[in-house]
């Protein structure tokens, strides 16, 4: 079992960057993959990036060059910086987690065990 806390949502202006942490309870972060989806209201919810235990790391083609995962394992977290903001991205970002998660998995929700609470980033002017 795994607790895992998001981070660093807010309210940013189009153009802008925020920066979210998710922050894993056990100390076991080099052997999980992490990923970060988001839901906006009316929704499904999406993959948005995911680091691997292979190091390894992958971005849905909506973000891509514009956010930039990354872990610090001895801070048992994993951040998502984001740039560039466009009124799009806004929604609810989630951090998950899966010990046994494949790379060619990395996209999709059921595969993903553990799950925080979500935050919410609103992208507006």
């Known amino acids: 079992q795994v607790q895992l806390v998001e981070t660093g949502g807010g309210l940013v202006q189009p153009g802008g960057s925020l920066r979210l942490s998710c922050v894993a309870s056990?100390?076991?972060?080099?052997?999980?993959?992490i990923g970060w989806f988001r839901q906006a209201p009316g929704k499904e919810r999406e993959a948005v990036s995911a680091?691997?235990?292979?190091?390894?790391?992958y971005y849905a083609d909506s973000v891509k060059g514009r956010f930039t995962i990354s872990r610090d394992n001895a801070k048992k977290t994993v951040y998502l910086q984001m740039n560039s903001l466009k009124p799009e991205d806004t929604a609810v970002y989630y951090c998950?987690?899966?010990?046994?998660?494949?790379?060619?998995?990395?996209?999709?929700?059921?595969?993903?065990?553990?799950w925080g609470q979500g935050t919410q980033v609103t992208v507006s002017s």
């Open positions: 680091t691997m235990s292979s190091d390894a790391t």
């Open positions: 056990r100390n076991l972060i080099d052997y999980y993959g």
């Open positions: 998950a987690a899966d010990s046994l998660l494949l790379d060619s998995n990395w996209d999709k929700e059921s595969m993903y065990d553990f």
